[in-house]
Nanobody
Framework: QVHLVEFGGGLVQAGGSLRLSCAAS????????MDWYRQAPGKQRELVAS???????NYTNSVKGRFTISRDNAKNTVYLQMNSLKPEDTAVYYC?????????WGQGTQVTVTS
């Protein structure tokens, strides 16, 4: 079993920054991927960023240049650094762990950006 716990959500003004963390525990594997999704009220959940290694990352176009995904393998933790935040970034952010056995979701953390 893999268990994920998310931290770092909150309320910030437009132009501000926030850093999300997702800590994995349990039967994690070395070969795995970690993703950040978000879901705004009334909208579908969308993939924001993915990471397998430093040179293997991907971002949705709306956050490129503003968000950075990274991971600390020693701490089994993935991060999402969010800069230049916009009201459109307001959503519940979810961490997802994946390997050949399947997927595990974090509990979600609320990010609210005011204008």
């Amino acid at each position: 079993q893999v268990h994920l716990v998310e931290f770092g959500g909150g309320l910030v003004q437009a132009g501000g920054s926030l850093r999300l963390s997702c800590a994995a525990s349990g039967s994690t594997l070395n070969i795995s991927g970690m993703d950040w999704y978000r879901q705004a009220p009334g909208k579908q959940r969308e993939l924001v960023a993915s990471i397998i290694s430093v040179r293997n990352t991907n971002y949705t176009n709306s956050v490129k240049g503003r968000f950075t995904i990274s991971r600390d393998n020693a701490k089994n933790t993935v991060y999402l650094q969010m800069n230049s935040l916009k009201p459109e970034d307001t959503a519940v952010y979810y961490c997802k762990y994946r390997d050949f056995r399947g997927e595990v979701w974090g509990q979600g953390t609320q990010v609210t950006v005011t204008s």
